[in-house]
């Protein structure tokens, strides 16, 4: 089985950075997935990792530790549309299975 | 040209009662997937089909099936709504990567 862990909610200020952190204890691995979601709407594709290291997108970046277990998304020069819910997102090595989803963390942009 | 797209968006209806959300997607993609949010905003597997058959069937009550009349359709049929089934649904699709989701069904039970 799988169980992906995030904290559930964090504030972060206009301008700054903020890092959020997803740990993963799977019985297999391929690959992890950032997604965003804004209220009421569809959870949209961030990134995506399968090797270890950082990998970057303009504002947002993300990094794989598989050792470890963890990953975490970093958001710099954090604006109020981020305000959001991110997802982190295990898919195991086994053909089209299906993403299994943390419980998101509820990130809140202040001025 | 919306990617992944479910009907209807809103649904409310009363307990007893049966119901269907339809979705398709034109990204030609062979895996479809329907996801349950439920008010703590925890999204969960539900169905996944590959090539219009059934792979995954997680722990949902056999009210729920779900039908794919082709690889780029997976509608979900539900009987008998409870209370309980009040969420938001998501269907979405895959090729190797990252999953499209759809805008969503939210469904209310009263």
């Known amino acids: 089985g799988q169980n992906i862990d995030q904290p559930t909610e964090m504030t972060a200020t206009e301008g700054a950075i903020v890092q959020i952190n997803c740990t993963y204890q799977?019985?297999?691995?391929?690959?992890l997935f950032w997604y965003q979601q804004h209220a009421g709407e569809a959870p949209t594709f961030l990134s995506y990792?399968?090797?270890?290291g950082l990998e970057e997108k303009g504002r947002f970046s993300s990094f794989l530790s598989r050792s470890k277990g963890y990953s975490y998304l970093l958001l710099k020069e954090l604006q109020m549309k981020d305000s959001a819910s991110y997802l982190c997102a295990v898919r195991e090595p086994s053909g089209n299975t299906p993403l299994v989803f943390g419980k998101g963390t509820r990130l809140s942009v202040i001025a | 040209d919306t990617a992944v797209s479910q009907t209807p968006k809103y649904l409310v209806t009363q307990m007893g009662n049966d119901k269907s959300i339809k979705c398709e997607q034109n990204?030609?993609?062979?895996?479809m997937y329907w996801y349950k949010q439920d008010s703590k905003k925890f999204l969960k597997i539900m169905f996944s089909?590959?090539?219009?058959?059934?792979?995954i069937n997680e722990t949902v009550p056999n009210r729920f099936s779900p039908k794919s009349p082709d690889k780029a359709h997976l509608n979900l049929h539900i009987n008998s709504l409870e209370l309980g089934d009040s969420a938001v649904y998501f269907c979405?699709?895959?090729?190797?990567?990252?999953?499209?989701f759809g805008q969503g069904t939210r469904l209310t039970v009263v």
């Open positions: 990204l030609g993609h062979d895996t």
């Open positions: 799977t019985s297999g691995f391929n690959g």
């Open positions: 990792n399968v090797l270890d």
């Open positions: 979405a699709s895959s090729r190797r990567d990252e999953a499209f």
């Open positions: 089909y590959n090539n219009k058959e059934l792979i």
